[in-house]
């Protein structure tokens, strides 16, 4: 099992300050503990040690990645250590060795004989730059698991992720050396993905019995696009019954209703207002299709609007009042009505008297001729 590095108690030799630099001394203070750790026995017989590039963000945190990256070149250049690997900003891991000339470090664990190659050109061996396809079997070392913590991230989250990483290397059939690093790398997007939608899920909330737009909304709709405050007041109820029928959950219910009420404004305006001649209401005077697909747009029971026909028909008869379209009248009417019965039903399971009528005693005259629009 891989020994686990840390950067607690984290110390530097004066010399190696001297000799190669301040920064360079604590780099290479890491390096050295990794090797004592980590090191096996490459074909040239020196210790080869491999640190994943990830690991650098908790061993150094006080550092950019090309800032350890620019270091590593300066204790290459300066001849203290040799390096096998790409630069840490282009590859996994960091595969060196420290250089002959400095003092060989002792292991605190002994490697068996397997290690041990004694002939070939001098290059590191074994896992580090041998690369294999996943296995099915492949899991994470106690290591890897042990630096996603540092991250926040639980060990049974980062499991979690196991299945479909292991599933979606062995279908690509790629072949690498440093699974763990690629695993690390994995499950910390998933988690940066997992607090951004939990973070999105607090704020979600069903709409409110109680909910109205916002002033906002409210000039948006009525100062920018020119849609009377009646028609937007009408919308209100029959968008609350609609999302709390549905049961879902939003954090930007005015923007709903902005799209809501544009929509069902657009349609009024271009399908219901276009008969240009007043003229009085004929007495088998019934609504047009049009007016019923207003309906259904804004969640109007169909029967309660066909229920309104004969008693709107009556009192505009008696009148003797002209209007250029009864369609629109008529649909002025019954969002009118609709929006009562919602804020009527609303109260009472709320309890609330407050002395709010019944829509069956109010009269249609009152409904009719108390908006001033609807005139």
Known sequence: MTAQLTNENLSFKANDAARYGLEEAVLLSILHDAVRY???????????????????????PFWQLTDVQRLIQSLVNQHAIVVGSPPVTESDALIFRLNEAAPRVETTEHRPAAHQVRSGTP???GPFVKSSAMS?????????????TQYGISREFALQQLPEFVNYWREKGTAHSTWGSKFAAQVRRKWRDHQQNAAQAAKNQPIDPNWKPGEEAVEILTKQNQIPLAFLSDCVPEFKLYWRER????????SKFLSHVKRQWDVYRNRITNDPTPRPIPPNWQPSGDVFDMFKLANIDEAFARQLVAEFVLYWHDSKQVHASWNTKFLQHVKHRWAQRLNVGASSQLGESNGTRSTRDISLGEIVSDRGWAE
Do not use: V, Y
Not at 247 to 254: I, L, Q, V
């Open 38 to 60: 980590r090191a096996i026995t490459g074909r040239d017989n020196n210790l080869w040690a491999k640190i994943e590039s990830s690991r650098f963000a908790f061993l150094t």
């Open 123 to 125: 290059q590191p061996s």
């Open 247 to 254: 049961g879902d959950a939003s954090s930007t219910w005015d």
């Open 136 to 148: 099915p079997n492949w899991g994470p070392s106690e290591d890897d698991l042990r630096t996603l």
